[in-house]
């Protein structure tokens, strides 16, 4: 497709499950973000990868967050052991690095 | 750390009213500063940007003008629609060449016809 394609679009898991969260680029794109939005709050930053740099990790919460990109293409987000404050929306976005971030539209991540 | 800070809402106007949002931010560099626009049910988008100081920019009859002495990008509409119903977001980056953005918390706006 043309945009960033993010699956599942909705995820409800138990606490204590591990979940993975799937973000498809937009070809080309050498840069990719992921974003957590929150009910009420701002967007969080996670973790930045440009093409075959380390990672900018410094806004994962915890280590039980973990991401991986596959050269400039896929990348998945997962989370182990989730608790009930990962409820959330998780954004994944690319770029060519002018700035401008082209968005997913998220998955939808419920913990009961 | 780098930060932005947004007026908070949400803000309710009538159609054709005059629109201010305030976003101010605290960054060590010469960040590039942005506004992106989340309508219902869709992703956000790139609403504009300005990449140095005073450097206004503009789209769709919004603007914002990058105000380095007082660390603010606020963003106006003259004349705002039931259409500009959204979230809007003020962010920075480091440089404009890409790197992480910093988000503020984002505003509501709501226009009533």
């Known amino acids: 497709g043309a945009g960033v394609s993010q699956s599942p679009s909705n995820k409800v898991t138990e606490k204590g499950k591990d979940v993975e969260l799937r973000c498809d680029p937009i070809s080309g794109h050498t840069a990719l973000y992921w974003y957590r939005q929150s009910l009420g709050q701002g967007l969080e930053f996670l973790i930045y990868?440009?093409?075959?740099?380390?990672?900018?990790k410094s806004g994962l919460p915890s280590d039980r967050f973990s991401a991986e990109r596959t050269g400039e293409s896929v990348s998945t987000l997962t989370i182990q052991r989730t608790q009930q404050e990962d409820s959330a929306v998780y954004l994944c976005?690319?770029?060519?690095?002018?700035?401008?971030?082209?968005f997913g539209e998220g998955s939808r991540l419920t913990v009961l | 750390g780098d930060s932005v800070t947004q007026m908070e809402g949400p803000v309710t106007l009538s159609e054709e009213a005059f629109l201010t949002i305030n976003c101010t931010y605290t960054?060590?560099?010469?960040?590039?500063l942005f506004w992106y626009v989340q309508y219902p049910g869709e992703g956000l988008q790139l609403l504009l940007k300005?990449?140095?100081?005073?450097d206004k920019g503009s789209n769709k009859g919004f603007e914002a003008t990058y105000r380095k002495e007082t660390t603010s990008f606020h963003l106006e509409k003259g004349s705002v629609q039931v259409s500009d119903s959204a979230v809007y977001f003020c962010a920075l980056s480091e440089n404009n060449q890409g790197g992480k953005l910093i988000f503020g918390q984002g505003t509501e706006l709501s226009v009533k016809p």
């Open positions: 976005a690319s770029s060519m690095n002018t700035g401008e971030l082209f």
């Open positions: 300005a990449t140095k100081a005073d």
């Open positions: 960054a060590t560099g010469y960040p590039s």
């Open positions: 990868f440009q093409g075959n740099s380390a990672p900018d």
